[in-house]
């Protein structure tokens, strides 16, 4: 069973940034939109960012202009560049990448705490 390893969360001052990385255990092959979704304690998952193989990026509003997704198309691996962290942002980061043929492929989650 294919896994997708994230790493990079942790404890930021608001203002402060995080890179968050995820790579699968083995080589997935399909993919066609590679993203990151975050659940807030109380709060459904939500879309953060995401990003196609042909370059399309979509972003929720609350990140627009702060976080910056990117992809390694021949690693199968995805980031995430979170700048101007604010506590709103606290949640578990989720990395999540889909086939072609409608497979899901999700992380374990990595927390993101930004406090004073």
């Known amino acids: 069973q294919v896994q997708l390893v994230e790493s990079g969360g942790g404890l930021v001052q608001p203002g402060g940034s995080l890179r968050l990385s995820c790579a699968p255990s083995?080589?997935?092959?399909?993919?066609?939109?590679r993203g990151w979704y975050r659940q807030a304690p109380g709060k459904q998952r939500e879309l953060v960012a995401s990003?196609?193989?042909?370059?399309?990026?979509t972003y929720a509003d609350s990140v627009k202009g702060r976080f910056t997704i990117s992809s390694d198309n021949a690693k199968n691996m995805v980031a995430l560049q979170m700048n101007s962290l604010k506590p709103e942002d606290t949640a578990v980061y989720y990395c999540?990448?889909?086939?072609?043929?409608?497979?899901?492929?999700w992380g374990q989650g990595t927390q993101v705490t930004v406090s004073s």
């Open positions: 083995e080589s997935i092959l399909g993919i066609w939109r």
């Open positions: 990003l196609s193989i042909h370059g399309e990026t």
């Open positions: 999540n990448q889909n086939t072609h043929w409608g497979t899901a492929y």
